[in-house]
C-alpha cells in the first residue's frame, strides 16, 4: 500500500513537469542489486534470481530510489515473465550498467514503443502466475529515475528473454 501511494505520489509530481528529486551519497551498485535480489526472493520464494557483478559498482546516486527501480524491474520479471531471473551490474569507466533479464513469451513488438509510458499494461489479465494486477506505473518510475540520474532505460525483448538495461553516470551533474 505505501508502495502504492507513492509511486501515485511520483506520477502526479512528475506529470506536472518537475524532475524526480534525488538525494545523491556514496553507493554500491553491487549491494544495492545483491540486496534487491534478496528482497524480491523473500517476496516470492519460488523466484531464481541470479546475480553477476563485474568492475567497479562505486557511485554517487540515490540509493533509496536506485533500489526502487531494481527491485521494481526485478518484481516485473517475476510477475510478467517465467523461468529464472538473472541481474548483471557491470562498471565500465565512467558508467555503471544494470541488466535485469528473464525468459518467457516475450513483449509483443508493437508494445515496445510505448511500455514506459504511464498506466502501461501489455496484458491486464492476472498472469498465470495469478499475482495481483499492478497500475502500469513500475516502468514509468523506473524511466523517472534513470532520467533524474542522467541515465537511461531500455528494454529488449527477442527469443523468449527480455531484458532492461539501465545505464547510468557514476557521477550525476549537478543542477543548480
Ligand atoms: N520482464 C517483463 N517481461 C514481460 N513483460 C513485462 C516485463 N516487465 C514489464 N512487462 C510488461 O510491461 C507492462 C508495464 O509494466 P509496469 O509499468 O511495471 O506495470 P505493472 O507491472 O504494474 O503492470 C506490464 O504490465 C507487462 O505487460
Ligand atoms: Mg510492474
Redesign the pocket.
Known amino acids: 500500500m505505501k508502495r502504492m501511494i507513492d509511486d501515485l505520489l511520483v506520477f502526479t509530481r512528475t506529470r506536472l513537469g518537475n524532475a524526480l528529486p534525488i538525494e545523491l551519497a556514496p553507493q554500491d551498485m553491487g549491494r544495492i542489486c545483491r540486496d534487491a535480489a534478496e528482497e524480491v526472493r523473500a517476496a516470492y520464494p519460488d523466484a531464481r534470481i541470479d546475480v553477476g557483478l563485474a568492475g567497479d559498482l562505486a557511485g554517487q546516486w540515490d540509493g533509496i530510489r536506485i533500489a526502487e527501480m531494481v527491485v521494481?524491474?526485478l518484481?516485473?520479471?517475476v510477475?510478467?515473465?517465467a523461468g529464472s531471473i538473472r541481474v548483471e551490474a557491470r562498471g565500465d569507466g565512467e558508467q555503471v550498467t544494470v541488466a535485469?533479464s528473464?525468459e518467457?513469451?516475450?513483449?509483443p513488438r508493437h508494445?515496445l514503443p510505448t511500455?514506459?509510458d504511464p498506466l502501461?499494461?501489455?496484458?491486464?489479465s492476472p498472469s498465470p502466475r495469478g499475482t495481483a494486477?499492478?497500475?502500469?506505473?513500475?516502468?514509468?518510475i523506473?524511466r523517472c529515475i534513470a532520467h533524474a540520474h542522467d541515465g537511461m532505460i531500455a528494454v529488449e525483448?527477442a527469443e523468449a528473454i527480455?531484458t532492461?538495461t539501465v545505464c547510468i553516470p557514476r557521477q550525476v551533474r549537478r543542477r543548480d
Open positions: 521494481n524491474l518484481i516485473n520479471a510477475q510478467h515473465g535485469v528473464n518467457g513469451n516475450g513483449i508494445a511500455l514506459f502501461t499494461r501489455v496484458n491486464p494486477a499492478g497500475m502500469g506505473l513500475g516502468l514509468y523506473c525483448s527480455t532492461f
